[in-house]
């Protein structure tokens, strides 16, 4: 099975950054990595043999909502996929579950993939399991399960270069499958891993077998290293 790996590009590159940057990532084939732009700078991605995602999307349709994209504009635009949930906007933004929901729900109606992100801070992980339980429930309220991506990042692990075990990468990723399969009886959901993955970590990450693929932040921002990620990774 193909592994996908999505970069995000978070608010990190100015306008001449990425110029640059998509002189070099133009030039990759693979039609299973996903790039997540700043929003202004996502025309410049589009229409690639790469996929193309938003950072965010509204938890609303058309309307009067100052700021937001939403997946009925997105989706008419040719993009197929929105990180949801992310643990930046969690934190920032006070994201929560119940609006996370919405947005899924928009992004699904509307044809997109959502990739929802859920993991546990550093004072939660004891608890992770019932942290990412509860997340998961949550935004997966009334929604076609199947239709989502799921990244496991956990909130320690995100622009931090601590990175788990692969061990616990496992466990958590096995838990949140069989969570799916318990409570939607769905076996076939997609699930990756995000946090910290380097050029120097991604072979070790390569050999957890139960991940369908990695989320990667900054090291997707500088082009030569998320091109060796990439090879890496899908070699
Ligand atoms: P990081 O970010 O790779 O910088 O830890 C991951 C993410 O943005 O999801």
Known sequence: MTKII?????????????????????????????????????PYFLNKKYKVGLQNISSYDLGPYTGDVSANQASTMGIKYALVGHSERRIHQNEKDEEINKKITQALKYGMIPILCVGETLKEKRNR??????????????????????????????????????????????????LIKKRYDKTNIKVLYGGSITKENVSRIKQIENIDGILVGSSSQIVDEFMEIIQKYLK
């Open 6 to 42: 999505v970069a995000n590009l978070k608010m990190c590159m100015s306008t001449k950054d990425t110029s640059e940057y998509i002189k070099s990532i133009n030039k990759i084939e693979q039609e299973n990595v996903i790039i997540c732009p700043t929003n202004i700078y996502v």
């Open 129 to 178: 399991k019932k942290i990412v339980k509860k997340q998961l429930e949550q935004a997966l309220k009334n929604t076609l399960v199947n239709k989502v991506i799921i990244a496991y990042e956990p909130v320690w692990a995100v622009g931090t270069n601590v990175i788990p075990t692969n061990k616990e990468i496992e466990e958590m990723i096995n838990y949140i499958r069989g």
